[in-house]
């Protein structure tokens, strides 16, 4: 049997998005994110985060190597070198740099940024199931 030699191509459907637009990013997703019956996220926030950050990206927002150095900052605080790159800890690095990027670029401060969550996660957890939560003023 003929050994080829390979590298690493964890995480470079993600982190280098084709910049040529000859090869269609949805195509290159879905190729990439199967896995033989399982699932491609562990739970449904991790899905859409990912889907609303393509989204901005399709929009313009950022640019792909903005997203992936945003992104990789996030990951690193998160993320011990040698740890596998899945589950909680990468995803809310990925909510973290989708927040941090999205925030940057509506000029939103920091100091703000963390008084809305605070008081978005006070009104989830303050709402009876099944009612609408709403961010009271």
Do not use: C
């Not at 926030?45 to 992104?71: M, R």
């Not at 978005?120 to 939560?133: D, Q």
């Amino acid at each position: 049997m003929q050994m080829t030699a390979s590298h690493s191509t964890y995480g470079n459907p993600i982190l280098s998005r084709p910049e040529d637009g000859e090869q269609k990013f949805d195509a290159l997703l879905a190729a990439n994110l199967t896995e033989a019956e399982q699932p491609v996220f562990a739970e449904p926030w991790q899905a859409q985060a990912f889907a609303i950050t393509v989204a901005l990206y399709n929009q313009g927002l950022f640019t792909w190597g903005e997203w992936a150095e945003t992104f990789s900052e996030q990951l690193k605080e998160r993320v011990s070198p040698g740890e596998a790159r899945d589950g909680d800890p990468y995803y809310e690095s990925w909510l973290a740099a989708l927040e941090s990027i999205v925030a940057d670029r509506a000029g939103i401060p920091a100091d703000l940024l963390a008084e809305l969550k605070d008081r978005w996660e006070l009104a989830y957890h303050t709402t009876p199931h099944g009612e609408k939560v709403e961010l009271m003023k």
